[in-house]
C-alpha cells in the first residue's frame, strides 16, 4: 500500500502560490483584458467577485466573431443583513453607474451587484470600502457573510444576537493585506504597512485557508429564519428569563450535491455541544481550524466540513474541537428549532416604533415601466429615518416607521406598483430562487427567472383547492449546489438538464428535514400539473394539523405518487 499524501487539487496550489491572495490580480488589473486568467478567478472569489458572462449572448458573440460578454459578479459581506440607509443608497447608485443597473438580494442576507465590466471592479470594491462595508470573504474557502435574524427587536436578546454576529465576523475573517492593497489603498502605494512584508500571515487560516468554503449562521428556537441546519457551523441561542445563557453549535450541515458523484449529498448539522457567551468566539474558531486541517484537500467535491463531520462521526469531532479549543465542552440542552418567521409585514419593535418587511421576490430591485423597486427604496429612505435589513429569504425589513408613518410607508410603495407583503399570495411569500441564468456559470436550467411564472401557475389551482393560505416553502435552483437551500424545503426544483428538473418533496419550512426525490428530470411543462398533483393528494389524505411537507415526509414516494394519481384535481 502507498504511503504517499493524497494530491491535492489544483486550486490548493494556486492558493499555496498566491503570496495570501495576491496572485498578479494586480498586473491584470491594469492590463487591457476584457476577463481575468483562470488563477486570478480563483483567488478573486475571496475577494468577493465572480467572473461571469452572459451566457444569452454567447451564440450570436460568437457567430459574430466576439469573446464572450465578460462581466464580475460582486458580493458584499453584510452581517446579519443589518444596513444604513446611506449604505444601500449608495449601492443603488453604484449598480447603475457601474454594473447592470440590478440588485440581487441573496439568500445569505447581503447583496450581489451583477454586470460590473473588469475595468470597473477595483472603483467598484473602492466605493463599497467608503461606505464601510466590504466584500472581502463574501466567496472563496473561507467564512463567508455570518447569518442572523434580521428582526429589529428593542431588548437584550437581539442587541446581543447583533453584537456576537459582528465579533465573530471578525473574528474569522482573513488577515491578509491583500485586499487593502489591491483595492483601497492608491495603486503604487509606498506604505510599507500596505505592501505586506514577510512577516505577514494569517494566524486562524494558514497560506490556503479552507478546504472549501464554510458558513455560518444564528439563529433563535422560536425563529429559524435563517435555516441554521443548513450552515457548516450554527448557534442556536439559548435564552432564560430574557438573557442569551449560550448556545447550542451545530455542525456539519450544507446543501450542495453533485449527482454524478454519489459520494456527494446535501446533509444538515449535527447536534455537537452547548457553549456559553464568554466560549462562542474561540469554539467557533477550533471548529474552524479542525476544518482547516482535516478537511479533503484533495477532492473539492467532498471538501466541506460535512463529509469530516460523517467520517468521523459527532464524537471524534467533538473531541478534536475539544483539543483545538482547550477543555471540554458541555452537550447540548434539549431546545431546538421550534418556529421561523419572514419578518414581513408590520412588526412591532418594542420601542412603540414598527418595522414592514416587503416581501421581494426572488430577491431582485430593478426598475421598469412596470414596477419601480429603487424608486420606491429611495423615495422611503429620504422621507423616513429608516435603516433597511435583509431577511434569508431575498426580503427588506424597514426599520423604525412610527405609527404615524404606516399608511405613508404602504402608499409610497403602492404608488411604485410593489405588491404590498399582505396582497402577496403565501406561495409567493415563501418562494426562493437562485440567480441561474444567465449568469452563473454553473446553472443547468433557469431558476430566477423561471419561479415567477411557475408561481404564477400555481396560485389559481392552489386557491381551488382551498390551499392558498397554506403555509410551505418552495424553492428552486438551476444546478444542484444548492444556493436557494431547496433539500430541506416543502418542495424543491433542482435542473438537472436542459428544461429539465427534479422534483424534491417532503422537507419542510422549519428546516430541520431533508426532502426526498420524488420525482427525476419533469419536463419544465409539467412542473406545475406535478406539483398540484402533490397538493392534491395532500388534501384528500392528510391528517388533522399536518403540513405539506409532513405529510409527504409521512406517506413517502411511492403512496405519494399512487395518491396523486388517485386525487381529484381542479
Known sequence: MSNEEPK?????????????????????????????????????????????????????????GLDKAYSMMLRLRIPGGRCKADQFLSMLDVCEELGNSTIKITTRQTIQLHGIVKDNLRPTIKRVNELALSTLAACGDVNRNIMCCPAKKVGPVHAELARITDELTEAMAPQTKAYHELWVSEPGSSDKELVGGGQEDEPLYGPTYLPRKFKMG?????????????????????????????????????MGTTPA????????????AFVTPDQVVGVCQAILKVQRDNGNRSDRKTARMKYLVDRWGIEKFRQEVEKYFGSTLQYCTPDDVSGVDDH??????????WSYGLNIENGRLYDNEKVQF????????????????????????????????????????TQHNIPTTEQTSTVRRW??????LPTCGLAITESERRLPGLIDGLEQPLAKLGLDRERFTIRMTGCPNGCARPYNADIALVGKAKDRYTLYVGGGWLGNRLAYIYKDLVPDADLVNEIVGVFAAYK???????????????????????????????
Open 8 to 64: 491535492l487539487t489544483a486550486v490548493e496550489g494556486i492558493k499555496q502560490e498566491s503570496r495570501l491572495l495576491r496572485g498578479t490580480i494586480a498586473e491584470e488589473i491594469a492590463s487591457s483584458t476584457a476577463c481575468f486568467n483562470s488563477d486570478n478567478i480563483q483567488l478573486l472569489k475571496f475577494h468577493g467577485s465572480y467572473q461571469q458572462d452572459n451566457r444569452d449572448l454567447r451564440v450570436e458573440r460568437k457567430k459574430a
Open 344 to 353: 414581513m409585514g408590520w412588526q412591532e419593535q418594542g420601542d412603540g416604533k
Open 218 to 254: 444564528i439563529a433563535l428556537p422560536e425563529d429559524n429564519c435563517i435555516d441554521i441546519y443548513t450552515q457548516d457551523l450554527g448557534l442556536l441561542a439559548i435564552v432564560r428569563e430574557d438573557a442569551i445563557i449560550g448556545y447550542n453549535v451545530l455542525v456539519g450541515g450544507g
Open 431 to 436: 418562494s426562493m430562487a437562485c440567480v441561474a
Open 261 to 272: 458523484k454519489k459520494v456527494t449529498y446535501p446533509a444538515l448539522g449535527k447536534r455537537m
Open 374 to 413: 429603487k424608486a420606491a427604496i429611495r423615495a422611503i429612505c429620504s422621507e423616513f429615518d429608516t435603516e433597511i435589513r435583509m431577511t434569508g429569504h431575498q426580503s427588506l425589513i424597514f426599520t423604525d416607521i412610527e405609527e404615524s408613518q404606516r399608511d405613508r410607508l404602504i402608499e409610497l410603495i
Open 540 to 570: 384528500a389524505n392528510r391528517t388533522e394539523g399536518e403540513s405539506v411537507g409532513d405529510f409527504c415526509s409521512r406517506v413517502g414516494q411511492e403512496s405519494l405518487e399512487a395518491m396523486a394519481g388517485a386525487a381529484e384535481r381542479p
